[in-house]
Each structure stands twice: as C-alpha cells, then as structure tokens.
C-alpha cells in the first residue's frame, strides 16, 4: 500500500509537472508567437463598404514579410483562414500564406480590383479571357469566367449568392455567385470604374456621367438616382440607411439610402478618387486629393483633419482605435481615430493604391512596386525606404567665351581596353574581327547606326548571294534558309536576315558591339590609340593598339583627316513593293530598288549633309507624287562612292577598311603583321583629353534639338512665328520613334494645328493610303520632309549629334553638335530640347527622375516590324497597314536606354525577338518581314523637373488650367515594366497639359518638349503618344518665339496669352 502511495505520489507529480510546462509554453507562445486572425472578405470590408474591422493593429511595426508578386496590387487583398488572396495586374491572382507570405498558388492574368471571399470560392475581375472569374480557394482551379467587353476596372461585391460588378462597356451586371449565370445588367454609361456597395436590398454605384443610380438587388430595376457635380468613382459606404459618398469636384456627400435625399455636403479642396470608412458611432473619415484625411461626425460636421506629405492614393480603413491609409508617396499611415493624431507612418517601396487591411496584430498591404506587404510588432526588416526624388546627371556643356565655343578638358577612365577597335559595322569588319580573335587578339567594333551591315543594312544596297562564296556566306544561307523556307528565287541577301545574322555572328565569336556611338577624335600615345566618342552615356575613351575605320562613308578617320575624303557621287536606295514603275532601276527578291543619285563631291560636312537632304527631298517629291506608289524601305545611310573607299594605312596603325562582302586576306594579314609588330610603353587607363576649341558655324532665333514629333512640330511653329530656325536631327529623317523606331500609328491623343496639316496630308487632300490611325513610315517621312522644306525658316542640320549644350552660367545659349566629318557650334536665343530622352536638359544640369519614382524602372523597349503580304487572318499584335503591309508591335526588351552597352544589346535582343515571334506567324500564313524600325523603340526615360509637374491625379480627374497648351484624351498606357504579360490601362477623361511642364527649373533659355516635360510615370504615360507630342511642341515653338518677341525669361511668359494664341490659330482649348 506505502508503494502504491508513494507511485501515485510521483505519478501525480509528473502530471503536474507537464500541466505546469504546458501553460508556461502558452504564456511563452502567447508572447513570442502573436497570433494573426482576423478576416477582410471583399474590397469593403462587407457588402456595404464601412471599411471598418474591430481589431488590433500592431503599435511598432515592421515588415514580417514581402512577397514579390511583380505587378501592380491596385485593389484590396482579402485574408481569410489564414490566406491572403491578392489580384495583381500584370501578374497573377496569388493565394499567399498568412504568416510568412509563402505563394500556395496562382492562377490566370490578374486585374484592376480587390478580391472578394463566400464560403468555398475566390471571385476576382481579371484581365483577358479570365473576366470576373470565380476559383476554388484550395487550388486555384476557375469554376467559371465571364469575360466582359472591354474589361474590368473595379471590384466584385458579394451578397446573398449573388455578385455585383461594373465593367468599361458601361454595364453594372449580377451574376448567381455559384454558377455564374447573368441575373441581370443595367447600362449606366460609358467607361464603368466604380465599385457598388450592397445594403436592404438596393445596390448603390456611383458613374461616369456624374449620376449615383440606386438600383433593386433583385432585378436592377433604377430605384432612384442623383445627379451630383461631377464624377463618381469611389465606391459608396453604407451605413445606418445613410450612403456615404465622394466625388471628382471634392464634395462628399451623406445621402438618404430610401429616396436619394443630400442630407448634408462637406467640400474639400481636391477631387475625392478613393472611399470613406464609417464606424459604428457614424464617424465618416474620407480621403481627397487635397492631401487631407478628414473625420466628420454623422450630422457632416469636421471633427479633425490630417494633412499627408503627400496625398492619399488608398481609401481609408477603420479600427476601433485607428484609422488606415496609404499615400502616392509610398506612406503606410496610422492615426488615432478620435484625435487624427498621427500613431506611425512607415514607408514601402512605391505608391499604396490597395487598401491597408487591418487583421489581428497584423497590416497588409500592396505596393506599386509590385510587392504584398505583412507588418506585425515582430516583424525584422524596417519598413522606413522613402520614395527617392530628382537626380541629377554629371554637368557637361561648352563655355562660350568671346565668341568662342570651348569644351572643357577633360580626364577619361578608358570604357574598353582593346588590341583592336573597329569604327563601323560592315561584313568587312566582322570577317576582320573574326579573325583577330582567333589570332588570340581582343577586338571591338562600334558603330553609329544600330545595327550592323554597313552600306548593305544601312544603306540598303543589294547584296547578291553570289558574292558571299566563303564560309561567312553559308552562315547567312543558313539563317535565310532556316527563316524562309522557299528561298530558292532570291538572288539577294534579305536585308533584315542580314542584320539578324550580323548579330549573331558577332555573339558567337563573342565580339562585343557598341551601336548609336559617334566618333569625336583619335588620340596616339605611347604606341596606344585612345578614341574619342559620344553616346548616349556621355564622353568615352576605348584603348586599343590598332584603329580601323570600316565604315562606308570613312566617318571616323574622315573627322580626324578630312583630305583622305574623295567621293564623287552620293546614292540613296529605297525599296519598292510590288510596284511596275519603269525607272526601277535593281529587283531585289520580291521587292525592288529605286535609287537617287548626285554626282557632286563630298568631301566635308556641309557637302554631306547637303547631299543627303537633296537626296531626301527628291524622295519625298516622288512618293507624295505618286499616290499609288507602295514604298517599302528607306536607309539611314548615304552610300558614298569615289576612290577613297579602299584598303590603306592611312597613318601608324591607321587604317581603311572598304565596306565589302569580304576582305582580301592580304588586308588582314597587313592588319594583323601591323599588330604583332606594334611596339607600346605603360598604357594609360585614364586619358586627358585636352580644352577644345569649336568654331560657331551660325546663329539662329530658335535651335531645335531632335526631329521628332514634337521638335518637327516645335520647328514648324517657331518657323511660322517668324523665327530662324536649325533643327538638328540624328537621323537622315524626320519622325523620331514614329519613324525611327517604326511606331507608325496616331494614338487619338491631342489634336493641334501642326498635327491637323499632317493628318490631312496623311488621309486627305493628298489622296495617300487611308488606314486609320496608322500610317506608312515612307510617306510620313516624305510628308514631314515635305512640311519642313517648305518652311523657308527652317534650316536643317540631318546626320548630326548634339554632344552637349553651350553654357555661360545657368543661360543655355546653344549647342555643339556632331556632324558626319566634324565638330561645330549652332548658337540661338532659346534651344529646345526635343531628343526624346532629355540629353541637352540633363547635361546642362537639370534634375529630373529616372522611370518611375519609387523603383526607376521604365516600359519595355520594343523593336516594331512590319511584313507584307497579310493573310487571310491576323495574329495577336499584328495590324494592317496599306497595301498588305502589317505592323506588329509583340517585341519586350528590359533596358536602360541611357547606358549605351545595355541599349546596344537591347537593339540584338529585339531583332532576335522579332525572329522568334515571326517563325511562329510564318508557320501559318504567308508573310514575309519587310523592315524593322531602324532603332529599338524607347517609351520612357527621364522626367524631368519643371515650373510644374503634371501629377497621376490631374490626369485621373481631368484637371484643366490656365496655361493648358494640348488637351489630351488617350488613356493611360503603360506596358509592363515587371517583365509579365499586359500592362496598366486606365481609360482618363481629357485633361490639359499646363505650359509650366516645358520650361525646367533651374535653367535659363531652354524649353523641353516630348515625353520627358514636367511629369509623374503615370502622367507621361497617357500624353506619350505622337499626336499629344505635336500639340506639346507646337507649344514648345510658340513659346520660345513670343520669349524672344517679349524678351522676356520663359517662365515670365503669359501662359494663359500662349493658350489664347492657341485657341485663335485653331485648337481646341477648354
């Protein structure tokens, strides 16, 4: 029995010892291991849209985890069950773990809106096929889709088996939560956003045209509706039989749920884009553009307001304790409801547009920098990286001193070290370079086009296969074989084959290429050449032993030696489709080679340039004459003949290479015995290029820096205005990425006078192949060489790079510029900068944000190309343009079109796309690629600052002012800077562009026009497109004429005169 006592002692002692251990875990767990519970079902928290959960927030957060989704979280994540579902445009449809953000799975393209949660289905609107969709929680599988008309840019809503959502075709719909079928759907007008809110039976959204519908849950039927004063696309609150509600002119209204009745208004100062929460005591706390967050009572009487550092870009939730919000400036913010004093701010990575849903001891939200965001107390990583601002570049530029132009010295690390650099991209040069490497030798070739193949890529000169008999020439067969399956009548190498090739020879016997690089000088030293050149990445110097100028033109040693210059005639060579005209001088496989030719010596710049536009204006008169002309190709180049294209040392190491199909192995033996033979001393990595003296080659009232279209519509306004003009274009053409880049379409964007002239000339009295909105790129070319020439004010300075602006304090005073054998100054009263990517503004100091704020990543680059004939159907991507000719804008490149190594890869990368995409195409319709644009297509680069930027929410309201030089209607358009499918497109209503974008702080004399004015990404993303860039430059032109007029500084100019002036010439201007 003791025994038994004493057993039982122990066993009990032992049980008390686990119950004892058991509950300290629990305190241990309990304070170490925070429990995260909680549910945010859809957008609004429930049906009704209170935005109001009776939880704890954690007090000092930081981020427990992030999970990079690489897209656009726009809409509410919903959490349930210790999930987290997130829709994310340009992304996926993610179920993520509550704790740690692992990914469970994901499933179809993502959209604009929030996620919605009933028992066992996920509802979500989502891009494409996939529409309002609902999906299994525990594996991602779509019960059903309901893809809407245009699509979906808000939220569903769930109540009583039944979901509710509005798309852009106009329509509110109902759909049976469980089978998908349409209850039914009530056109309210156009371009639907709005999110509903469900309370009693009625449903409540807000539209486009201003009205608030109250309609019956049961059957649609219009209940009542209120026309408030101006655009609804919040969603609405309800609460206690009161809906609450914002709109674009900043009113913020508390509505009787029965009949409609405006009980009360509060005003703020700003347009209301985003939802209010309401909590139990009737409490109604708002958002606006103004930059406050306000807190009214139930009878609208202010209780506090809180002032953000930036503006709210999130609705607002509720706590019982706090207040919830985001802002465009990447801030997490929480305020103590009773007081609107602030409790924390933290920061993320981008814009918060998603709501900051409040669960137990836990905060999530999304980013636009494409990460879902969990803060808790215990989280590790701090949450404090605020949006970096302006940066700005290195400055460069030329003083002018006692009417002399000076560029400064300057010390140059070497870029590249090199046995040989090759200057120029011809068939010559890469059976050198191949060579040279297999000798054990470094090589490197640089070119000013963007691609290689010389006087048979860039100046469209025919290369018959018969003259490629060695194995270089078996390559290309190969290739052209392998892409054209019935090649057996082609005499000549495609000219497109042909740069595709280059390409890739020179990637498998990894020679580096640089494109878009324009020699400046070649120093010797010590046995060493040290080049000079300008890109886009400023001044570089390559170190090599040996130069070779491969060139056609002789456009390196031709700078440095102008008396090695001797041709005696210049030709340009454009394509012809299917055309029977008698002076076609060259077949061409299918195509055919109509040539211009002048015999007249070129030997320096001015004869050069000359030539070339002599050349170029005959080529527009014939197309413009000719309206059943079918032109298919222009060069970049002129292809220059004489005796001074031929193999010679022209000095020590020195040498010409002509441009040919091949190269005599007695050239490359004498080029590489000269390089074994080469006798060097210590080389210098950096190099001291000494101060330079420029000669000023003329004065005008305006200088115009790129031909684009908006310093083409700069150039052609100042003209008119009565101004002596120089427009400086890098290309032997006009056009910029409509031609250049081969963008040739007109978004419907601004409507100005230099855009009316050539629309007209485009689709009207000219009688030229009406396709719509898209165009020929041969007959713009010739229409906008057409307008310029006409313009007797106008002097044009084609093949010429601007290398930095001419300076004397902050005053831009002109610029210095690049032609083909030299270097000279064009001196004017004002300079606009119009080269796409700001180059004379940064260089002249002027600060400016790269890509997108919070991230600086850009769109995508893409390489446009066109084929010919079309077949019966048409690919993704593929549109028509005249005569069976089809543009297809499919190519996606990542890069940075500022760094010149990055953007030269880019331009391969995009033709091999183009390969890829058309093998795929070719498999099932009989078409053929008749060109690529000329240079890779840019999007986006710099945005620079201005006396103002134009904000995302001027656009999204439809802001106008008194300086307003374009009005601009085109959406938002921005392709996916993450790398996935779609992108961010949001329909806008018209909004102005202030003249204030074009001048830029901190500068005197120079106007920016084109896609880097004063602006936020999203802002430049909807004005970017052609039509808008003509208004903008236009403006641009005026601008800089009634500055000179007045003399007076830019930004002391009436903007509300300049828009006057506007209005009378013809644009319509609100």
């Known amino acids: 029995m003791k025994n038994f006592k004493y057993n039982f002692l122990i066993?009990?002692?032992?049980?008390?010892?686990?119950?004892?251990?058991?509950?300290?875990?629990?305190?241990?767990?309990?304070?170490?291991?925070?429990?995260?519970?909680?549910?945010?079902?859809?957008?609004?928290?429930?049906?009704?849209?209170?935005?109001?959960?009776?939880?704890?927030?954690?007090?000092?957060?930081?981020?427990?985890?992030?999970?990079?989704?690489?897209?656009?979280?726009?809409?509410?994540?919903?959490?349930?069950?210790?999930?987290?579902?997130?829709?994310?445009?340009?992304?996926?449809?993610?179920?993520?773990?509550?704790?740690?953000?692992?990914?469970?799975?994901?499933?179809?393209?993502?959209?604009?809106?929030?996620?919605?949660?009933?028992?066992?289905?996920?509802?979500?609107?989502?891009?494409?096929?996939?529409?309002?969709?609902?999906?299994?929680?525990?594996?991602?599988?779509?019960?059903?889709?309901?893809?809407?008309?245009?699509?979906?840019?808000?939220?569903?809503?769930?109540?009583?088996?039944?979901?509710?959502?509005?798309?852009?075709?106009?329509?509110?719909?109902?759909?049976?939560?469980?089978?998908?079928?349409?209850?039914?759907?009530?056109?309210?007008?156009?371009?639907?956003?709005?999110?509903?809110?469900?309370?009693?039976?009625?449903?409540?959204?807000?539209?486009?045209?201003?009205?608030?519908?109250?309609?019956?849950?049961?059957?649609?039927?219009?209940?009542?509706?209120?026309?408030?004063?101006?655009?609804?696309?919040?969603?609405?609150?309800?609460?206690?039989?009161?809906?609450?509600?914002?709109?674009?002119?900043?009113?913020?209204?508390?509505?009787?749920?029965?009949?409609?009745?405006?009980?009360?208004?509060?005003?703020?100062?700003?347009?209301?884009?985003?939802?209010?929460?309401?909590?139990?005591?009737?409490?109604?706390?708002?958002?606006?553009?103004?930059?406050?967050?306000?807190?009214?009572?139930?009878?609208?009487?202010?209780?506090?307001?809180?002032?953000?550092?930036?503006y709210p870009s999130s609705s607002v939730t509720a706590t019982k304790d706090s207040l919830l919000f985001g802002t465009y400036d990447g801030g997490i913010y929480a305020l103590n409801i009773t007081d609107g004093k602030l409790i924390w701010r933290l920061y993320a990575g981008g814009p918060i547009r998603s709501n900051v849903v409040p669960i137990n001891n836990m905060i999530i939200a999304g980013s636009d920098d494409g990460k879902v965001y969990a803060f808790t107390d215990d989280g590790t990583l701090p949450a404090d990286k605020k949006i970096v601002s302006y940066t700005q570049d290195k400055v460069t530029y030329a003083k002018l001193e006692n009417n002399k132009v000076i560029i400064p010295s300057e010390d140059l690390k070497c870029s590249d070290k090199v046995d040989v650099l090759i200057f120029g991209g011809s068939i010559s040069a890469l059976t050198v370079a191949k060579q040279i490497k297999e000798s054990g030798k470094s090589v490197m070739i640089i070119d000013s086009a963007p691609f290689l193949g010389g006087k048979f890529t860039q100046g469209f000169s025919p290369l018959p296969f018969s003259e490629l008999t060695n194995s270089f020439g078996n390559f290309i067969k190969n290739i052209q074989n392998t892409y054209y399956k019935n090649i057996s009548n082609d005499k000549y190498v495609d000219t497109e084959i042909l740069k595709f090739a280059l390409d890739k020879f020179a990637k498998d016997n990894k020679i580096p290429v640089l494109f878009h690089s324009y020699p400046l000088n070649v120093f010797s030293k010590d046995g060493y050449k040290y080049t000079l050149f300008i890109s886009k990445g400023g001044h570089q110097i390559i170190r090599s032993k040996i130069v070779i100028d491969a060139s056609n033109n002789s456009l390196l040693l031709g700078t440095i030696d102008p008396s090695i210059l001797n041709f005696d005639r210049a030709v340009l060579n454009f394509s012809v489709i299917n055309s029977n005209y008698k002076n076609i001088n060259t077949a061409f496989n299918d195509q055919k080679v109509l040539s211009f030719s002048l015999e007249r010596p070129v030997e320096n710049s001015t004869e050069y340039i000359d030539a070339e536009e002599y050349l170029r204006n005959m080529y527009a008169n014939y197309i413009l004459s000719n309206h059943t002309f079918v032109p298919g190709v222009s060069p970049i180049s002129l292809v220059l003949k004489g005796s001074g294209n031929e193999f010679k040392e022209v000095k020590n190491n020195e040498f010409l290479l002509p441009d040919n199909p091949y190269t005599p192995e007695k050239d490359i033996e004498e080029i590489l015995a000269s390089l074994q033979n080469t006798e060097t001393s210590n080389p210098e990595n950096t190099f001291h290029v000494s101060q330079e003296e420029v000669p000023v080659l003329k004065r005008y009232d305006v200088v115009v820096v790129g031909g684009g279209p908006s310093g083409f519509a700069a150039s052609i306004m100042a003209a008119k205005m009565g101004m002596k003009v120089a427009l400086i274009e890098q290309y032997p053409f006009f056009g910029g990425m409509g031609t250049a880049g081969g963008v040739s379409y007109f978004e419907p964007g601004s409507v100005g006078v230099i855009f009316k002239e050539v629309r007209t000339m485009l689709y009207g009295s000219k009688n030229l192949p009406n396709t719509g909105r898209l165009f020929d790129t041969e007959i713009a070319k010739s229409i906008y060489q057409n307008m310029v020439h006409n313009e007797k004010n106008i002097t044009v300075y084609f093949d010429s790079f601007a290398l930095m602006p001419v300076m004397d304090s902050k005053k831009v005073l002109g610029v210095v510029i690049k032609r083909p054998y030299d270097c000279v100054a064009i001196l004017g009263k004002r300079v606009i900068d119009a080269t796409g990517d700001g180059d004379i503004a940064a260089k002249a100091g002027v600060q400016y944000v790269f890509g997108r704020t919070w991230d600086h990543k850009i769109m995508p680059l893409t390489t446009m190309f066109t084929m010919y004939p079309t077949g019966p159907k048409r690919e993704k991507g593929v549109w028509v343009l005249s005569s069976g000719k089809v543009l297809v804008n499919e190519t996606r490149v990542y890069a940075n079109p500022l760094n010149i190594d990055k953007f030269s890869n880019a331009e391969m990368i995009g033709r091999e796309q183009m390969w890829d995409i058309f093998s795929k195409i070719e498999k099932k319709y009989n078409y053929r690629i008749l060109s690529s644009g000329p240079q890779i297509g840019v999007r986006e680069s710099r945005h620079f600052l201005g006396e103002y930027t134009l904000q995302e929410k001027d656009i999204l309201v439809g802001r106008y002012f008194y300086d307003g030089i374009a009005l601009c209607f085109y959406g938002v358009d921005i392709h996916n800077p993450y790398g996935g499918p779609g992108g961010f497109q949001l329909p806008i209503i018209p909004y102005e562009i202030p003249l204030r974008t074009l001048i830029p702080q901190g500068v005197d004399n120079l106007i920016i026009v084109g896609r880097t004015i004063s602006a936020q990404p999203l802002a430049m993303a909807s004005f970017r497109v052609q039509s808008t860039m003509m208004s903008v430059g236009e403006a641009g032109g005026l601008l800089a004429a009634e500055s000179i007029k007045s003399n007076l500084p830019l930004k002391d100019i009436d903007g509300a005169k300049i828009k006057q002036i506007l209005r009378n010439m013809g644009v319509y201007l609100p």
């Open 11 to 310: 066993f009990l002692s032992f049980i008390i010892t686990i119950v004892i251990i058991f509950f300290i875990g629990l305190l241990l767990n309990k304070k170490n291991n925070i429990i995260y519970s909680g549910s945010w079902l859809q957008s609004g928290y429930d049906q009704a849209g209170i935005r109001y959960s009776d939880v704890k927030i954690p007090l000092h957060p930081k981020v427990k985890w992030a999970y990079n989704a690489k897209g656009w979280i726009v809409g509410s994540p919903a959490v349930k069950d210790g999930f987290v579902y997130v829709n994310v445009l340009g992304g996926e449809l993610l179920k993520l773990n509550l704790n740690n953000g692992n990914l469970i799975w994901s499933t179809g393209e993502g959209g604009f809106g929030s996620v919605a949660l009933e028992d066992d289905r996920v509802y979500a609107g989502m891009v494409g096929k996939y529409g309002l969709s609902s999906i299994d929680p525990n594996n991602g599988y779509v019960y059903f889709s309901n893809p809407l008309w245009r699509g979906i840019r808000s939220s569903p809503v769930i109540d009583k088996n039944m979901v509710f959502i509005t798309s852009l075709d106009g329509n509110i719909y109902s759909y049976n939560s469980i089978t998908g079928k349409k209850i039914w759907s009530k056109f309210l007008g156009e371009h639907e956003m709005a999110t509903p809110a469900v309370s009693g039976g009625r449903v409540i959204v807000g539209s486009e045209d201003k009205v608030l519908y109250c309609l019956s849950e049961e059957n649609g039927k219009i209940l009542w509706k209120l026309k408030l004063s101006n655009i609804i696309r919040a969603a609405p609150a309800i609460f206690d039989k009161r809906v609450y509600i914002g709109d674009f002119s900043g009113n913020f209204y508390s509505i009787d749920l029965e009949n409609g009745r405006i009980l009360w208004t509060y005003k703020t100062d700003d347009a209301i884009l985003n939802s209010a929460a309401v909590t139990p005591d009737g409490n109604v706390y708002l958002p606006s553009c103004d930059g406050y967050v306000y807190a009214l009572n139930p009878y609208g009487k202010l209780l506090w307001k809180f002032k953000t550092n930036s």
